[in-house]
């Protein structure tokens, strides 16, 4: 009975090892792999962790940022054992066998389908760019894109549907080649600096790789984040934190009455 009782403890551990580790698809695409690109900052990777990652994740700039953006679970900037496991768990799961061929550029390429129709006539649709409510700042004509409409809480992945909501302006952008824009981003108070310095980056450049998929040139955005800087409402209550939590996308040099 003894020898019975081991051997059905023995099945059940390994089957619950065998369910951690096991990941769904779709989870594939949870990953936000914006990070470490050529021009983007230098990602660096401390804590008890970083010997046991994959020499893909730790001796990459994308590797790195791969890692701090989706496994830093505690928010303190480092990486323990748990993290670093969960990280090249996930790693192998999208690379397959040959991890050392993975093309981390691949995670860049995304088919956007176009309307058939096009902007109107013109080359971009002033009811679409009047609805983003542009205001006139020093810097030109600036809209404000809140959290709950692009991000879910404490993520800097795109909501589903989100990068519709920019379509109008990558219209406008398309269609006049040289205004220059920028993109800021900002968190409340909650967190530490160190967190909300990187969630504010994370999502000011997700919303500028919105566009570059969207055809609109990289090079044209300066992409900023500031952390829980500059507050537009009291942090002390739930509305005021709502309100810090944001994206501002400003038209350099244009004005708001344009639109």
Do not use: C
């Not at 009782?5 to 099945?11: E, G, N, Q, V």
């Amino acid at each position: 009975m003894t020898m019975i009782r081991k051997s059905i403890l023995t099945a059940a551990v390994a089957a619950v090892a065998l369910a951690g580790s096991a990941m769904p698809a779709a989870a594939q695409e949870r990953w936000d792999w914006g990070g470490g690109r050529p021009g983007d900052r230098d990602y660096r990777l401390v804590g008890a962790g970083v010997p046991i990652l994959f020499p893909e994740l730790r001796g990459t700039n994308r590797g790195r940022a791969f890692v701090l953006r989706n496994f830093d679970f505690n928010h303190d900037g480092r990486v323990n054992p748990r993290e670093a496991d969960a990280a090249n768990r996930a790693f192998a799961q999208v690379a397959g066998p040959r991890r050392d061929r993975f093309d981390w550029a691949s995670r860049d390429r995304v088919v956007v389908v176009e309307d058939r129709r096009g902007p109107p006539r013109g080359g971009w649709d002033q009811r679409a760019m009047r609805g983003y409510g542009f205001r006139q700042t020093s810097r030109g004509a600036m809209m404000r894109l809140d959290e709950d409409v692009l991000f879910a809480t404490d993520s800097a992945v795109l909501r589903p549907g989100a990068v519709d909501k920019l379509k109008g302006l990558a219209d406008y952008l398309r269609s006049e080649s040289g205004v220059r824009v920028a993109i800021d981003g900002y968190t409340d108070s909650r967190g530490t600096d160190a967190h909300n310095q990187a969630l504010s980056e994370r999502r000011a450049d997700a919303v500028r790789t919105a566009f570059d998929q969207m055809g609109v040139t990289r090079a044209r955005f300066s992409v900023v984040g500031h952390g829980e800087a500059s507050p537009v409402a009291p942090n002390t209550t739930p509305q005021g934190m709502r309100q810090n939590r944001r994206v501002e996308v400003t038209l350099l040099g244009q004005r708001a009455d344009r639109f």
